[in-house]
């Protein structure tokens, strides 16, 4: 059972269209396309890129309590968990966050969008429908709920990059009724045909579908959820569409690539089986605004308490491109030679290249005269102390060492939480 | 992804086990990587060669070739000092990709023993090889 490689609908489409393939959470995905993956990084950045992200896990928990149960097994607060002002989740908003067992160690990490007071989507990582709902059942008690494993029974395309509102334009049903009041980590429709809030996003071609103002690429973008049935046509419509808005087919070492200068994590790599704390993502914790205690009481937040001064993450930026393998293992040493940690994760960011101490993205209006962006490498590293943003250490693989930077960020001038308005 | 037939697997190099070529052209002799090398790579983005001068013995690493996904060794497919290295893949390391056997080269080598090009393949055996690795 367990060794069966999966396929998604669109599994014919990435063959023929002479995708290199492999095997990722189980399914057989597109790693990059004939055009490569450098180019697809880079269109991302610079126009828009389309991804067949349905590997990904829905897990739907409905019925009175739902809320009261995401408040004990999620880590964000639902009560105060959106914008500035941390107001509740509300009907079309999303909210990132992880499933945490006792100890605080990653389950998986999740976006959980409330499509009413009543009815939570959770979409979490490929293979990961069937523990996410095991744990989600476990914890359900007493409370009222109903949690359905939705793997394979939703198909999901992203497209992103600064173009992507422009192409959805193209292919939406009213898309400046849809756009309107549509703000980063929101959604509106339904790919469910039953549901009326199905009503809310149509194609042109009446196909219903759930929009979403997410991503994982750092890069302004929709996620689009549909009946897988209708998948195939809903990708050929939107490479048509986009065809002259530079819209191309993007893989999953693209995606990666991308995620990492975006400073976001990979689940099962970069966050995992050890305590979720001290890293980058500390803010889909429930702390409250001074960032010392958390508002509620949720699974692990015991053990991340206890955790406090245990390993620490940091976000790393490179002096030129060259990486190092993850799988080698590789270690990170500080400026004695002492090992400190290993490396999560390893990749070049094609876009960016550095000016003295200052990174600059293809993306960023003013850059100095002369300037190449040749690409930086950058990721992760887990290490036993703490670090400081500026400080360097050595990453070393059994072939080569190279020196990085503690970065707060990487890849600058990203557009993500850029308005539709501003980009239609 | 290049089917084996889709490749491009000139007759007049000799290929090593490890996917580099060797070719004797008048009196120089390149080394690269093959077509199917340079497709299972993807997008090289970095081309690590050694310096005029060095040598080594049939069989070792000279160099690595890094890809957007990983990085790889190159082995000589027969041992010799290396006379030039490809500068232009410092600025260009895509020429690997596009032209691999040509503006995509790597090294020139003064051999140790030419007859150990023997020991390398022909294209047949080579393309054999590559049967036998689906």
Not at chain 1, 172 to 195: A, C, I, N, T, W
Not at chain 1, 196 to 206: A, E, G
Not at chain 1, 366 to 372: A, I, R, V, W
Not at chain 2, 59 to 76: D, H, M, P, R
Request: proline share 5%; with cysteine.
């Amino acid at each position: 059972m367990g060794n069966i490689t999966k396929e998604t609908p669109l599994h014919g489409w990435h063959e023929a269209g002479g995708a290199r393939m492999s095997v990722f959470g189980g399914y057989d995905m597109p790693l990059w396309y004939p055009s490569g993956a450098k180019r697809e990084h880079l269109t991302v950045i610079t126009n828009a890129g389309l991804f067949d992200t349905s590997h990904m896990a829905l897990v739907e928990i409905s019925g009175p309590d739902a809320f009261d149960l995401l408040q004990v097994c999620f880590t964000k607060d639902l009560t105060a968990c959106i914008g500035k002002k941390r107001t509740p989740i509300e009907s079309g908003r999303c909210v990132y966050g992880a499933y945490l067992n006792e100890e605080g160690e990653v389950i998986d990490d999740t976006i959980i969008a409330q499509m009413d007071d009543r009815l939570y989507l959770s979409v979490v990582n490929a293979g990961m429908g069937a523990t996410v709902t095991r744990h989600l059942r476990n914890h359900a008690g007493e409370y009222d709920v109903a949690i359905t494993d939705l793997s394979d029974r939703v198909g999901k395309v992203d497209i992103q990059g600064p173009q992507s509102a422009r192409i959805m334009a193209q292919v939406l049903k009213s898309p400046e009724r849809v756009f309107e009041g549509m703000p980063y980590f929101s959604f509106k429709g339904h790919f469910d045909r039953q549901s009326p809030l199905s009503q809310d996003v149509r194609l042109r071609d009446d196909t219903p579908l759930l929009l979403s103002r997410t991503g994982y690429t750092g890069e302004f973008g929709f996620e689009l959820f549909v009946d897988p049935r209708d998948l195939v046509t809903l990708w050929e419509t939107l490479l048509e569409a986009g065809d002259a808005f530079g819209l191309i087919p993007c893989g999953l070492a693209a995606r990666d690539s991308l995620r990492a200068g975006a400073k976001l994590p990979l689940s099962h790599q970069d966050i995992g089986a050890w305590p979720f704390c001290n890293n980058p993502w500390t803010f889909a914790l429930p702390y409250d605004l001074r960032g010392r205690t958390f508002t509620k009481q949720f699974i692990g937040d015991e053990a991340l308490r206890a955790h406090a001064g245990s390993a620490h993450t940091y976000a790393y930026a490179g002096y030129d491109l060259r990486k190092v393998s993850t799988g080698d293992p590789a270690f990170v040493s500080d400026s004695r030679g002492q090992d400190i940690g290993t490396v999560l994760t390893s990749v070049t960011d094609m876009a960016i290249g550095r000016s003295g101490s200052r990174i600059y993205s293809i993306a960023s209006p003013e850059q100095p005269e002369q300037f190449q962006i040749r690409g930086l490498s950058c990721g992760f590293i887990k290490v036993d102390r703490e670090l400081t943003p500026g400080e360097t250490v050595e990453l070393k693989d059994n072939k080569r060492t190279i020196t990085v930077e503690i970065r707060d960020d990487i890849r600058p001038d990203r557009t993500a939480r850029r308005s539709i308005q501003s980009m239609l | 992804m290049k089917e084996i037939s889709e490749l491009y697997l000139p007759d007049d190099v000799r290929y090593a086990e490890t996917h580099e070529w060797i070719r004797i052209d008048d009196d120089r002799v390149r080394i690269g990587i093959s077509d199917f090398a340079q497709d299972q790579l993807g997008d090289i983005v970095f081309v690590e060669l050694p310096k005029v001068g060095d040598t080594f013995g049939s069989g070792e690493e000279f160099g690595t070739v890094e890809s957007v996904k990983a990085v790889s060794e190159l082995y000589i497919p027969v041992g010799g000092e290396v006379l030039s290295v490809n500068t232009e893949l410092e600025d260009t390391p895509e020429l690997v990709n596009q032209d691999p056997y040509n503006d995509g080269w790597l090294i020139e080598i003064q051999p140790d023993e030419l007859a150990e090009m023997e020991n390398c393949m022909t294209k047949d055996d080579y393309i054999e090889l590559l049967e036998g690795e689906e």
